[in-house]
């Protein structure tokens, strides 16, 4: 692992800048909770090239995970050496993976840390070249910053940058790629690293030793997320055919209910202990109670929906589900607590695909499209376009989700650093 300084001194810390409060840091794949919920306000309806971005900083690599961010730092993860160009991906063994932290003040970079590929890796060709090699999100607390590189491992790094261990979950490749987000819980970092050896992952945070594991976790791109019931956490995780819920602590499973039968894209969400999954070709979504024990198919099934979307995941907000169709450019609304569609409304001009979940932020939803723009609608349960904004002069990919962040949207594309507010 090599360290590369930039401009700016390593030893301007985050201890050093001061914290913002804890609902201004968007630390780990779809904020605070994981719903995709920001509760500020004051953020921009429109911006294009010009109005509204703070500031704009190149990448130095390619890559479809979300931006994150802790304090006055921005992180976030990107590859290069390899995978550029599906005509002229390059020669494998020059792939790299990188961990950059910026400030989130103006986009200046402060440092960035690179891990050489554990090789073979899946060819960039078809699905993978969508998104490439860095598709999870880094998770962040005070104590560091912690990435999932598929194969190559899970690897822990200190704010300076330092990286502390890494740790190999498994070797595996799929023709999709890969791209679950690490999440954290007290004093471990847990994985979904069904592609790389089928098993939901604990490691210590301080070591990268195995905690718990639990296999069979089949056909499973979506990351677990940690549900408060009564009291108590769960983690929940969306997989082929199954719902299923462990003890986090120590990975004891604690009950299944059936769900999608098919692979599982979109991350669940949690609303007052019920359980929403959408998902799979067969575009469904269901809704469980959370909190049972064993298989709770007969009991704690609500209700289901044969509407969902493939990859995006939803957003909650006073009663409603909201989500937007990978392909098909279809923005949906229903009933959360009868499963009854509201809307359903094809999203114009249409985008080509809608990859990134959306984000919902002062009474609006946000769907970023890969390259048509960002769509805005009210977050209630008629239609309506309140504004299509699209930056002028920048061609490139937009994957990944935004994080939200002092009010102010941190937005990546697979080239470009966006820090996007009034």
């Given at each position: 692992m090599r360290?590369?300084?930039?401009?700016?001194?390593?030893?301007?810390?985050?201890?050093s800048t001061g914290w913002l409060a804890a609902e201004e840091n968007w630390p780990q794949f779809r904020g605070p909770d994981a719903t995709g919920v920001s509760?500020?306000?004051?953020?921009?309806?429109?911006?294009?090239?010009?109005?509204?971005i703070k500031w704009k900083t190149p990448l130095a690599g390619y890559g479809a995970s979300s931006p994150v961010t802790w304090g006055d730092r921005i992180y976030v993860t990107y590859y290069n050496g390899y995978g550029l160009s599906p005509d002229d991906p390059g020669d494998e063994t020059n792939l790299k993976r990188w961990l950059a932290c910026f400030e989130r003040r103006d986009g200046k970079p402060v440092w960035a840390a690179d891990v050489a590929?554990?090789?073979?890796?899946?060819?960039?060709?078809?699905?993978?070249?969508?998104?490439?090699y860095t598709s999870s999100t880094p998770a962040v607390d005070d104590g560091g910053v912690y990435v999932f590189f598929n194969r190559t491992g899970v690897a822990a790094f200190s704010h300076e940058g330092e990286q502390r261990w890494l740790t190999n979950v498994g070797d595996g490749l799929h023709n999709f790629g890969a791209g679950t987000s690490p999440v954290l819980y007290g004093d471990l970092v847990i994985v979904n690293a069904c592609v790389e050896s089928g098993s939901l992952v604990a490691l210590d945070k301080a070591t990268g030793e195995v905690v718990w594991e639990q296999g069979d976790i089949k056909r499973a791109w979506s990351t677990p997320v940690l549900v408060d019931v009564d009291g108590k956490t769960e983690l929940v995780l969306s997989t082929e055919g199954k719902l299923l819920a462990f003890d986090p602590a120590d990975g004891t499973p604690l009950w299944s209910c059936a769900g999608i039968d098919d692979y599982i894209c979109p991350t669940i969400i949690a609303h007052d202990g019920v359980i929403y999954a959408i998902g799979a070709r067969k575009n469904t979504c269901i809704a469980v109670k959370a909190g049972g024990r064993g298989d709770v198919?007969?009991?704690?099934?609500?209700?289901?929906?044969?509407?969902?979307?493939?990859?995006?995941?939803?957003?909650?907000?006073?009663?409603?589900l909201y989500w937007a169709s990978e392909s098909k450019g279809i923005a949906y609304c229903a009933d959360a607590k009868e499963g009854k569609l509201i809307y359903q409304e094809r999203i114009e001009p249409r985008p080509d695909r809608i990859y990134a979940s959306p984000v919902l932020a002062d009474g609006r939803i946000y769907y970023v499209s890969r390259d048509k723009?960002?769509?805005v609608l009210p977050a209630k349960p008629e239609y309506e376009l309140l504004a299509h904004n699209v930056i002028a002069d920048d061609d490139s990919i937009f994957n990944a989700s935004p994080a939200?962040?002092?009010?102010?949207?941190?937005?990546?594309?697979d080239k470009f650093l966006y820090r996007i507010g009034k």
């Open positions: 360290l590369a300084a930039f401009a700016l001194s390593t030893s301007l810390v985050l201890l509760i500020q306000e004051g953020l921009p309806l429109e911006w294009d090239g010009e109005n509204n590929a554990e090789l073979p890796e899946q060819p960039y060709q078809g699905f993978v070249a969508l998104h490439g198919t007969e009991s704690h099934l609500i209700w289901e929906l044969d509407k969902g979307s493939n990859v995006s995941s939803p957003v909650y907000h006073e009663g409603y723009g960002t769509y939200v962040s002092d009010g102010d949207f941190i937005l990546r594309s």
